[in-house]
């Protein structure tokens, strides 16, 4: 039977003395540190650690090694029992070390009354006690007592019925050109369709720690079904269904049903401004200064001109916007349309055109621009994932950046925030510039007009509540660029057909020029370089 090597106090006439026994079967050695430890829960304060070092030593090198370790006599020491837990309570390990020669051994029954008094009081394992004080097995870390672990739940989970994530790609003609005109971008819903389906969560039972007190099992997600108008719940709230036939939408974990409001002609003086909770479907123009505004899809069959479209859903213009400086288009879903131009486009997904001209175009996922013409010139055209064109900029060398790799969003407050801390910089330097000249003032004069020292008292407030908004500001800062840097490195720019001089690329915070006509090309940050490689 395997056992570790163990020691023991031997009481003489002349003093006190360690004891070695070997390891059988390839048990663990001596260790100097279990000595002491037992030594010091003994109260052996005055032992000379060089003693310990040398009865390793000889245990080394015989079998029943014999050092004095200190003079004189002390009462026989029982054997001991020494108890460890971790700090959660999950189990608890028992150590025992063997009496002195005059000294008496412990019965299960002392043993289980020393671990209640330590604190161990559920999961005992008696056989495993029973088996280190029969063996004696000294010097050894038994399993006394074992926790009852928790049972874990399982988190509430909401399947939808429909196809919250419809394709946003448009139909490509054998042609080459994107037609707009056959676009189903609205998912269709009938009345009275299972819209979704929730599995409720199930609580998770606790566990006991061997200290006796609970293990809560970890916290289960719980789920509800959310809906606007024209959708329903089943009596026991875990099925949806759909009030009306129309275009079912899933924003922010909450269904949208609407049987779409459709606007015969333009939108314009006729109509005013539209405000809608669901779908809008324009069937003619959105002329200059009109607002469209949807809690889901937005689309427009004519073309859109200097106007706002806000959508929940996405945005689908099957001709294009002339915005003129003036047009604004937001979507938190995908953004299609033939053409873009003089506007500024903001989408949560994808922005997918024929062109897009002058205009400033943020994506959080990506920007297409294929088809016929498939041409970016002029502007701006940021995404998180990447930007594909056919070309980039115009042989007259029209000034266009491409900018993939961060969140637009992200990268606007990090500027924003950059600036604010600049500016408030050059007004704490002002103020500072005033305080010196006053307190300048009084330490020649030896006193201040009411005035001034109304100004100064002021000027010393308005200090303290710029240092905290540089303070504020400023972490704000380094979280922003932690989070950029977290996300550096990502980002590809595809140009299929000319880049031509002109055209800006930033990658994460790498930037390059397009000096030279470059075509078929694909443009990635590898460390900090944009490398150009060939499609």
Request: contains cysteine.
């Amino acid at each position: 039977m395997k056992r570790n090597a163990f020691f023991q106090l031997v009481h003489r006439a002349d003093g006190i003395y360690l004891k070695s026994y070997p390891a059988v079967d390839g048990g663990l050695p001596l260790k100097s540190d279990d000595i002491v430890t037992y030594l010091n829960k003994k109260q052996y304060d005055e032992i000379d650690l060089s003693l310990v070092k040398q009865f390793i030593d000889a245990s080394a090198q015989m079998q029943n090694a014999l050092v004095k370790i200190i003079e004189g006599t002390r009462l026989p020491e029982n054997e001991y029992a020494l108890f460890t837990t971790d700090p959660d309570g999950y189990m608890a390990r028992l150590r025992l070390y063997p009496p002195s020669n005059d000294g008496k051994r412990l019965t299960l029954e002392d043993l289980l009354s020393l671990a209640s008094q330590s604190g161990i009081q559920y999961g005992i394992i008696e056989k495993n006690a029973e088996m280190a004080l029969k063996g004696r097995l000294y010097c050894t870390d038994i399993l006394l007592a074992r926790a009852q672990m928790p049972v874990q739940g399982r988190n509430a989970r909401i399947e939808y019925n429909f196809d919250a994530n419809k394709t946003n790609t448009p139909e490509m003609s054998e042609d080459g050109s994107v037609d707009f005109h056959k676009l189903d971008m609205i998912e269709r819903v009938k009345e009275g369709q299972l819209l979704a389906t929730l599995t409720p969560a199930v609580q998770g039972t606790e566990g006991k720690s061997v200290f006796g007190r609970p293990l809560k099992p970890a916290k289960v997600k719980n789920l509800v079904l959310k809906h606007g108008k024209h959708a329903h719940l089943s009596e026991d709230q875990l099925e949806m269904y759909s009030d009306v036939s129309g275009n079912v939408t899933l924003v922010n974990d909450t269904v949208f049903v609407s049987n779409v409001y459709e606007v015969p002609a333009d939108v314009g003086p006729s109509t005013g401004d539209i405000d809608y909770d669901g779908s809008v479907e324009i069937k003619g123009n959105v002329l200059s200064g009109y607002t469209v505004k949807a809690s889901g899809d937005i689309t427009v069959n004519g073309a859109v001109e200097g106007a706002v479209l806000n959508a929940g859903g996405k945005i689908v213009l099957k001709r294009g916007i002339q915005g003129m400086g003036k047009g604004i288009m937001q979507a938190d879903g995908d953004i299609i349309s033939n053409f873009i131009e003089s506007s500024r486009i903001t989408s949560g997904g994808k922005v997918i055109s024929d062109a897009i001209m002058h205009s400033d175009v943020i994506a959080h996922d990506s920007i297409l621009v294929h088809g016929k013409r498939g041409l970016i010139a002029g502007g701006k055209a940021r995404s998180e994932i990447q930007i594909e064109t056919k070309t980039a900029g115009s042989a007259m060398g029209t000034q266009t950046e491409l900018e993939v790799g961060y969140d637009p969003a992200i990268i606007d407050n990090y500027h924003l925030i950059e600036k604010n801390i600049s500016s408030l910089s050059e007004e704490k330097e002002k103020i500072e510039q005033n305080i010196q000249i006053l307190k300048k003032r009084l330490q020649t004069k030896g006193k201040l007009s009411e005035d001034k020292m109304k100004i100064l008292k002021q000027n010393s407030i308005k200090m303290k509540e710029i240092d905290e908004k540089i303070e504020k500001y400023t972490l704000e800062y380094e979280q922003l660029e932690q989070e950029l840097e977290k996300m550096s490195g990502g980002g590809k720019i595809v140009v299929d057909g000319t880049a031509y001089p002109g055209v800006k690329l930033t990658i994460s915070n790498v930037v390059t020029y397009i000096h030279t006509e470059t075509q078929h090309s694909a443009f990635v940050r590898e460390g900090a370089d944009i490398r150009i490689r060939s499609i």
